[in-house]
């Protein structure tokens, strides 16, 4: 399997397939709003969109970065959206860098977003469906986020069936500037569990692909059962 790593900014052209990478939070997120029981996440361009969004559909709930601020309904935050009741919801989701890097290869024919708790379902679909050539999208810090840039290579060396040990990327992943961040309290809107949360290794059995559904990108679960 061909493997690329790049920048949200590196990416030229459409791949056959994306792999977005944001550990720290944005995915890790979105995999906890379907475990609480979001029906679709729709990725929004810009804020503005987000609110307009949701002002079209009042059902809708909107989802950003940083303190929580009028007309959003929760922040990106796993240890804060876990005891949320998403049940049937749609959740429109804006966020610095994993949104951004979704937005930004929207149109190849394949889009997955991961994070450490959805690594192993997610290089179990690239496996299924035999992809050759896969582009990883690394979203912070213009390409060069640890905590993404280990998640990304983990879910390549488990999609080429090399028995990867995550242990080494894990903890490069902890050791980033991220998760530093996120500990000391400089990143608004944080819980002290985000960390923990963010490295919890395959805590979910899906993974996510990103398709266009009437002029938007639209977030879904995708099940994908362990080999046997």
């Given at each position: 399997m061909d493997s690329r790593f790049l920048g949200i900014d590196e990416v030229a052209g459409v791949p056959a397939v994306a792999v977005v990478v944001d550990v720290?939070?944005?995915?890790?997120?979105?995999?906890w709003a379907f475990e609480r029981g979001a029906e679709k996440i729709v990725l929004a361009g810009s804020l503005d969109e987000a609110l307009a969004l949701k002002a079209r559909r009042p059902g809708w709930v909107a989802l950003k970065d940083g303190a929580a601020a009028p007309g959003f309904d929760a922040v990106n935050s796993p240890g804060l959206l876990r005891d949320v009741d998403l049940g049937g919801r749609t959740v429109v989701q804006k966020t610095t860098a994993g949104t951004v890097g979704a937005?930004?290869?929207?149109?190849?024919?394949?889009?997955?977003?991961?994070?450490?708790?959805?690594?192993?379902?997610?290089?179990?679909?690239?496996?299924d469906r035999g992809c050759g050539s896969v582009?990883?999208?690394?979203?912070?810090e213009d390409g060069r986020a640890e905590e993404d840039l280990a998640c990304a290579q983990y879910i390549a060396g488990r999609a080429a069936g090399d028995?990867?040990?995550?242990?080494?990327?894990?903890?490069?992943?902890?050791?980033?500037?991220?998760?530093?961040?996120?500990?000391?309290?400089?990143?608004?809107?944080?819980?002290?569990?985000?960390?923990?949360?963010?490295?919890?290794?395959?805590?979910?059995?899906?993974?996510?692909?990103?398709?266009?559904?009437d002029a938007l990108t639209v977030l879904r679960p995708v099940a994908v059962p362990a080999a046997a």
């Open positions: 720290m939070r944005a995915f890790t997120v979105a995999a937005l930004a290869v929207k149109d190849a024919p394949l889009v997955l977003c991961a994070g450490f708790v959805v690594a192993g379902a997610t290089a179990r679909l690239l496996r582009t990883y999208v690394v979203t912070g028995g990867t040990d995550a242990g080494p990327y894990l903890r490069r992943a902890a050791g980033s500037r991220a998760a530093a961040e996120l500990a000391q309290g400089v990143r608004e809107g944080a819980h002290p569990d985000d960390v923990a949360l963010c490295l919890e290794l395959d805590r979910f059995p899906f993974a996510m692909v990103a398709s266009q559904e």
